[in-house]
């Protein structure tokens, strides 16, 4: 009857694994057009060798009783996966019918080893059945769970209460005048105690603001906050910092616009986002449309050239890029550079030795290939390629100082 038990375990979760394979690597084709190990993710990656190592610890229970417990800890671990693979695609608005399949599959697994582990270890079928129902009740507990934190991060209220509390934090409710409520990206571009410092020479006081109602712009939260009370220069404190981009009505600057980040654990971030970099800082412009066109001329085609991202450097300087999870990928001076290893999902910094450049966002193209041209002036960017001759190569980009 043990054997028979075992062979049932270890067949189930073999097939359930294989399955899910199968529906992942499908999921992942059509959310990106292609299947590269580097956009599947650090959990991606683990979750068919914990399910290894947790079948085994089931077979093995039987004989050693610790291995059960191992393998239910894995279980929890496998299970906190689906929970954060659920939610990510919830809150990017990715659920598709193969991401449903593999998340059904997902959950799958994690019922089977659960199941198999008591199965395996009962000396009754009261046994087992007193395992099944913690485990549905485990499940149930999660998924609750989920529901929650959904609820808590989704929508626009979370992102405009974010950017209250931040601002009522520079006027002196915390000590550290929000220091704590910028992103990783603002954070690591700002001085801290230059932060702190200069926050505490403004006179809050005088200074009221309007926080519009948050827009999701293609996956990106922006909130535009409108100041009604306090001098023009009271701005400069956002711009000398690098905190914010400029809100205008014509060459006015009447407020700030910032971007929110809502993990699903912590408390949500505020940051100024990408900036094109053709105004100076803080600065408001109508003359947008004198700008001088740009050489770079484009084939009328997408194009797929086998990786998501392929950019030409036309300055003298050395360049890198830099995604959101700090991936970091070299851009040598007047060099080209096809990479599939940067999250376009998320904004792209291309940032100097000294300071910022430019930031882009690639989108879920599918399989297209996104193609940035680099230059002294404004970049350039296409899905289709650029066609000979590039730009000369020449000049430095526009650097913004900072770190």
Not at 270 to 293: F, I, K, N, W, Y
Request: charge should be negative.
């Amino acid at each position: 009857m043990m054997r028979t038990r075992l062979a049932v375990m270890i067949a189930a979760n073999a097939v359930i694994l294989l399955a899910t394979n199968v529906a992942f690597r499908a999921w992942v084709s059509h959310r990106f057009g292609y299947f590269d190990p580097d956009i599947i993710g650090t959990s991606g990656q683990l979750w068919p060798l914990v399910v290894v190592v947790a079948i085994a610890c089931v077979a093995l229970g039987s004989q050693l009783p610790a291995l059960r417990l191992v393998a239910y800890g894995l279980t929890i671990v496998l299970g906190l996966i689906v929970v954060d693979h659920s939610v990510g695609a919830l809150r990017d608005g990715e659920v598709s019918v193969v991401g449903m399949a593999t998340g059904a599959f997902m959950l799958l697994q994690v019922g089977a080893l659960a199941i198999g582990a008591a199965v395996v270890g009962a000396r009754s079928s009261g046994v087992a059945g007193t395992a099944t129902a913690v485990l549905a009740g485990t499940i149930l507990a999660i998924t609750l769970g989920a529901v929650g934190s959904i609820n808590r991060v989704s929508g626009a209220a979370p992102k405009e209460a974010a950017v209250g509390a931040w601002l009522d934090a520079l006027a002196g409710v915390e000590s550290d005048r929000g220091w704590t409520h910028l992103d990783g990206q603002t954070a690591r571009q700002t001085n801290r105690d230059r932060y702190i410092a200069d926050a505490g020479r403004v006179d809050w006081s005088t200074v009221t603001w309007r926080v519009e109602s948050a827009r999701d712009i293609e996956g990106f939260w922006t909130v535009d906050v409108v100041l009604q009370e306090g001098s023009d220069a009271t701005l400069d404190f956002f711009f000398d910092h690098d905190l914010a981009r400029p809100l205008c009505v014509g060459t006015a600057r009447v407020g700030i616009g910032v971007m929110v980040e809502t993990p699903l654990i912590g408390q949500p971030m505020v940051g100024s986002g990408p900036r094109t970099g053709r105004q100076e800082r803080g600065s408001c412009s109508t003359d947008l449309g004198e700008a001088p066109p740009s050489p770079v001329k484009w084939s009328g085609e997408p194009t797929w050239t086998g990786v998501s991202l392929e950019v030409f450097n036309r300055t003298t300087t050395d360049l890198y890029m830099l995604d959101n999870d700090d991936v970091r990928v070299e851009l040598p001076s007047c060099g080209h550079v096809a990479t599939s290893a940067l999250d376009l999902g998320q904004v792209i910094e291309v940032r100097a030795a000294d300071g910022y450049v430019f930031a882009f966002n690639g989108g879920g193209l599918g399989e297209t290939t996104n193609f940035v041209v680099v230059m002294a002036g404004e970049p350039d960017m296409n899905a289709a390629p650029p066609l000979d001759p590039l730009p000369p190569c020449g000049g430095q980009p526009q650097v913004q100082s900072g770190e």
